[in-house]
C-alpha cells in the first residue's frame, strides 16, 4: 500500500508496476499532463501516489485491455 504523502523513485515505481523505467520514461513523453513526475537533485524522478495511480490505470488499459497507445491518449483527452 502506498502512501499518499510520499514520492517514490523511479526504480520503486518500476518494481511496483512490474516494469522497466524506460517504460514509465516513455509513457512520460506519451502522456505529459497525466504523467508529470516531480524532478530532484541530478534530474532523479519521483512520483506522487496520484501518478502511480495514474500509470495502474495506464498499464491495465495497455496490457489487460489490448488498447494502444493512441487510444489510450483519446480515451484520456475525452475524459
Known sequence: MLNKEYFLS??????????PAHTL?????????????????????????QTVETLKKIKDLLYSR??????????IKEG
Open 25 to 49: 520514461r516513455y509513457w512520460e513523453k506519451q502522456f505529459p499532463i497525466n504523467v508529470k513526475p516531480t524532478t530532484g537533485v541530478g534530474g532523479r524522478r519521483y512520483y506522487r501516489h
Open 66 to 75: 489490448g488498447m494502444t497507445i493512441a487510444g489510450v491518449k483519446k480515451l
Open 10 to 19: 523511479i526504480n520503486d515505481v518500476s518494481k511496483l508496476l512490474e516494469l
